[in-house]
């Protein structure tokens, strides 16, 4: 039988800390999301301004980088460079912004941010996921 590190609260309550800060830091009005490794939203903070839509993009993004543990912006790229159908693939959100969670080279969890431009998205959710690294 094998064992697995899980995320526990104290551990989404950091990630969700050091994303926020960083989107703080540059005044980006975001949605935060964190899963667990198969995808359960754990947590999440939508801040002040951010557009309500975000708030599914950001699960969404989450989701997909800890299903598929990759970032979510690698079937954002499948779609760019041709393979269209991904769009329709069941519980992928093809955007960038979904950073897995690794400890010990296992995929944990994720945290998918939505609101800002893609690549701050990615910046955001990367400063959240190294909160526990």
């Known amino acids: 039988m094998k064992s697995k590190t899980t995320l526990e609260f104290s551990d989404v309550t950091r990630i969700l800390d050091a994303a926020r800060t960083e989107a703080e830091a540059h005044h980006f009005p975001v949605t935060i999301a964190v899963t667990d490794d198969g995808g359960h939203l754990l947590g999440m903070c939508r801040m002040d301004n951010c557009a309500p839509v975000a708030v599914d993009i950001a699960i969404g993004k989450a989701r997909t980088a800890a299903i598929g543990r990759r970032e979510s912006r690698v079937y954002e790229e499948m779609v ?3 393979r269209a159908a991904f769009v329709t693939a069941p519980g992928v959100t093809a955007l960038e912004g979904g950073i897995p969670v690794t ?31």
């Open 80 to 82: 760019n460079n041709g």
């Open 103 to 133: 400890v010990d080279g296992q995929v944990i969890g994720a945290v998918g941010v939505s609101g800002m431009k893609p690549a701050e998205d990615s910046q955001i959710a990367k400063v959240g996921a190294q909160a526990i690294a």
